[in-house]
């Protein structure tokens, strides 16, 4: 247990302290003894001082866990635990509270209402912290290390298993964000749920891992030796702006006087050769493209207030020694505008699909919009035309097998937004395998128009607008329509400058020429039928679409093949995730609740009848500790006893009368949403303490007793939406057993209102600021809890 806590509040140079009076939070902190060996309020604790004042108090006050209250965790994460590990801390020894998004920003113009909420959490998180211990190390019958060249979906896939299975993985993603193309994504087929949320799940859980370091604006350029003994050169890029200094002010942006294309928006629109960290940028610093810089230009440099520009940064150049690699690549569009007949590049209102996506989305150029590039009109007429380049001998060959289901799901975004759009998709062949035909019908259904043809031609219209001329091959009669927009569904060619190093400096020639490690096409080949892992570059395997075309759902699955393949050239001993579950024997009374709960079914039972989880296969979603009646399921770190101790931690009321509102939040896709409302200024009451869990699932309704018992007022339980939850079924099992306690509690004469669950999707920020004000004007209408007196105010 901790024994010397040290507090840290952060003003994060403004953000913060112009809403909470930190002189205020000074003597709050003062009330803290118990375990608490430093309380320091500081303007900025992820600058250069700031971090060494916490180096300082961690080694001259021999602090074994440090709280952090300030922005949140996914903002310079890498800074702040490099510094703990840095001090001799573990990493899991360092709490992040966040007071900004959470507490400032919703209750601007209300100071005192901030303070006292973030006066709640700083208790409650040292409650938390009271509790807790290093992790110990849990080894399961080979450790090496591993490199995953690629931070797309299968790149995240591929690291997430190579890391939960104890191999330390060394993640290169040449862009400065991860999530590679799906990132770009507005939403994904069938389910269409928001890209960002998966990749950002996958992410979480690597890092939770503690044994994955991500390096962007990275490419390997060199590469040599054998399987087990592989060593890569590898290069990065210079962000010319320092990472840990950056606050994001934007004042760079405004001054920088050139503008450059959107790359993140595929070329739709413009900003600064300054600009803010694209979505899926996990460095929380600005990015400054210096080959767009006039020569001599410093007006970044000059604008700065933190002096975060270095222009006179370099290229690093790193050594990376490691066993196995997954070469998870990715793809790019077909360069369509070779296609000259399509008109791309000619007329500014015909686009490809994936600057389709970028239209769509909320975060692209137009706020969602379906806008016209050119005419800046909205599309009420619109055509696409598939096999643009693909299935084509002068172009390429092959079909890349997803084209036809994306360009179906963008006519239903047409259809869904503005049911009078006219949407017409020009194709040679529908290709929706599986159940992707069930969304090829749902197209028909809502009134998109199918034309099989020939290829189409696309010229100006006269009277303006565009002429799309094509063979109607049913007919055999030559067709001509006009058009708004015109999108085109250009085909996945493989990122291939990573395949050449391999080739040339690792591959044995004549195994090249016997075996293929590169096909006509680009892409990988082996044997499909038995071995279509292998290469000839041994301890090297293909991952996603540098294997071939495929979907998301072809891309996780060959990244998970290719991430078993790399196990086995790793080694055999596996060090397993911290958080895994074990039971309690001496509590347990084998009702088997956890087999029955446990979404992976990874629990058996023993000799004695007692159940036991496989430890190489648990997930660590918790829900089994949710389950337990007789709460004897324990895990490392974040547990039920921890959740017990913040609840019951005196929280006192933001204002005398105010009801006290405990929230806690899958951390997945209900506390983004949170955070973001906080992003968006959006207000609600104060009330709300948020707590983020690893599954909605992992929480315990003995803990939400407790906590009433001790006085609060109410709960609110935030998890996925049903079928979207990342842990298969947590956020429905907490729902059950919720419903369950308002029984409960209606037998105890108390109101089943002072409990409700919500569903949260990562972009329903307005729908958690709603349902906030609403179970708090419930609960006033209720009352004060009979338990009352059991809090302090």
């Given at each position: 247990m901790a024994n010397s806590i040290g507090i840290f509040v952060c003003g994060c140079r403004g953000l913060v302290s112009d809403s909470i009076d930190l002189t205020l939070m000074e003597a709050e902190l003062a009330k803290l003894k118990k375990s608490v060996g430093a309380r320091v309020v500081h303007p900025w604790l992820c600058g250069d001082q700031g971090c060494e004042t916490i180096r300082e108090n961690i080694a001259d006050r021999g602090l074994d866990c440090v709280i952090l209250a300030g922005c949140p965790e996914n903002v310079h994460g890498p800074l702040f635990d490099g510094l703990a590990t840095g001090a001799?801390?573990?990493?899991?020894?360092?709490?992040?509270?966040?007071?900004?998004?959470?507490c400032a920003y919703p209750q601007r113009g209300s100071p005192d209402h901030s303070f006292r909420k973030a006066a709640n959490l700083i208790r409650m998180w040292t409650a938390r912290a009271r509790l807790m211990k290093p992790f110990e190390e849990i080894k399961l019958p080979g450790y090496r290390a591993?490199?995953?060249?690629?931070?797309?979906?299968?790149?995240?896939?591929?690291a997430l298993e190579l890391a939960e299975a104890g191999i330390n993985v060394t993640l290169i993603e040449k862009e400065s964000f991860i999530g590679g193309n799906v990132a770009r994504l507005n939403k994904v087929f069938p389910r269409m749920c928001d890209s960002n949320c998966g990749l950002t799940y996958l992410y979480s859980r690597i890092k939770d891992t503690g044994r994955a370091r991500l390096m962007t604006l990275s490419e390997i350029v060199s590469l040599r030796g054998k399987a087990g003994r592989y060593e890569a050169g590898v290069v990065t890029r210079p962000r010319y702006i320092k990472e840990g200094i950056c606050n994001g002010c934007g004042q760079c942006v405004k001054a920088c006087p050139v503008e450059v294309p959107d790359r993140f928006n595929c070329g739709l629109g413009s900003h600064r050769a300054v600009q803010a960290p694209y979505p899926m940028d996990l460095a929380g610093a600005y990015l400054i493209n210096r080959e767009y810089c006039p020569e001599g230009c410093e007006a970044c440099s000059r604008a700065c207030p933190a002096g975060a520009i270095d222009l006179t940064q370099k290229a690093g150049?790193?050594?990376?020694?490691?066993?196995?690699?997954?070469?998870?690549?990715?793809?790019?569009?077909?360069?369509?505008?070779?296609?000259?007949?399509?008109?791309?590049?000619?007329?500014?209102?015909?686009?490809?699909?994936?600057?389709?996506?970028?239209l769509a989305a909320e975060n692209g150029p137009t706020g969602g919009g379906i806008i016209c590039p050119g005419s800046g009109r909205k599309a009420r007429r619109v055509v696409f035309i598939q096999c643009a380049g693909s299935r084509d001998v002068w172009?390429?060959?092959?079909?890349?097998?997803?084209?036809?289901?994306?360009?179906?799901?963008?006519?239903?975004?047409?259809?869904e937004r503005d049911p009078g759009c006219r949407v017409y998709i020009f194709y040679n062949d529908i290709r929706t395998p599986g159940d992707y035909e069930d969304l090829y019908v749902r197209a028909q259904e809502a009134g998109v128009l199918f034309v099989r043809t020939n290829p189409a031609e696309v010229l100006a219209d006269p009277s303006g607008g565009l002429k799309i001329i094509a063979e109607d091959t049913l007919t055999g009669r030559v067709i001509e329509?006009?058009?708004?927009?015109?999108?085109?569904?250009?085909?996945?060619?493989?990122?291939?400058?990573?395949?050449?190093?391999?080739?040339?400096?690792?591959?044995?020639?004549?195994?090249l020429l016997k075996y293929g490690l590169v096909g006509y096409s680009g892409y990988h080949t082996g044997h499909r039928q038995c071995f279509p892992m292998e290469t000839a570059a041994q301890g090297i395997y293909f991952a996603g679409c540098a294997q071939g075309p495929m979907d998301m759902g072809g891309t996780a699955l060959s990244a998970l093949a290719a991430s078993a393949k790399a196990l086995k050239a790793a080694g055999r001993e596996v060090i397993v995730s911290p958080h895994i579950a074990v039971v309690d024997k001496t509590g347990c009374d084998?009702?088997?609740?956890?087999?029955?709960?446990?979404?992976y079914g990874v629990f058996h039972l023993d000799e004695e009848g007692f159940p036991v989880p496989d430890g190489l296969f648990c997930r660590g979603c918790h829900v089994c500790v949710g389950s337990c009646p007789r709460q004897c399921i324990v895990t490392q770190g974040f547990g039920l006893k921890q959740q017990a101790a913040m609840v019951s931690s005196r929280i006192k009321e933001i204002a005398p009368g105010e009801p006290v509102v405990i929230a806690f939040m899958c951390e997945n896709d209900a506390y983004p949403a949170v955070l973001e409302a906080g992003r968006r200024g959006l207000r609600y009451p104060p009330n709300i303490h948020s707590i983020p869990v690893r599954c909605i699932g992992s929480v315990n309704m003995a803990v939400i007793k407790e906590g009433i018992s001790a006085g609060v007022d109410g709960f609110l339980l935030a998890g996925c939406r049903s079928g979207e939850c990342h842990y298969l079924s947590g956020s429905d099992r907490a729902r059950e057993r919720l419903d369950n306690l308002r029984e409960t509690l209606n037998d105890m004469m108390i109101e089943p209102a002072r409990v409700k669950f919500l569903s949260l999707g990562i972009d329903d920020a307005s729908v958690f600021v709603r349902e906030a004000c609403e179970i708090v004007e419930n609960l006033r209408a209720i009352g004060p809890s009979p338990f009352k007196n059991a809090i302090v105010i």
């Open positions: 001799g801390l573990a990493s899991e020894m360092l709490l992040r509270l966040d007071i900004r998004e959470g591993a490199v995953v060249a690629g931070g797309g979906l299968a790149g995240l896939t591929a150049e790193t050594r990376i020694n490691f066993g196995t690699m997954v070469v998870a690549s990715g793809w790019s569009p077909y360069p369509v505008e070779r296609v000259e007949r399509l008109g791309f590049g000619v007329f500014p209102d015909v686009i490809t699909n994936m600057q389709m996506e970028r172009h390429q060959g092959w079909c890349s097998s997803v084209c036809c289901t994306a360009s179906i799901k963008q006519a239903l975004y047409l259809r329509t006009t058009a708004d927009l015109v999108v085109l569904a250009a085909g996945m060619t493989p990122a291939g400058d990573l395949m050449k190093v391999i080739e040339e400096e690792v591959v044995d020639r004549k195994s084998k009702c088997k609740r956890c087999l029955e709960e446990c979404p």
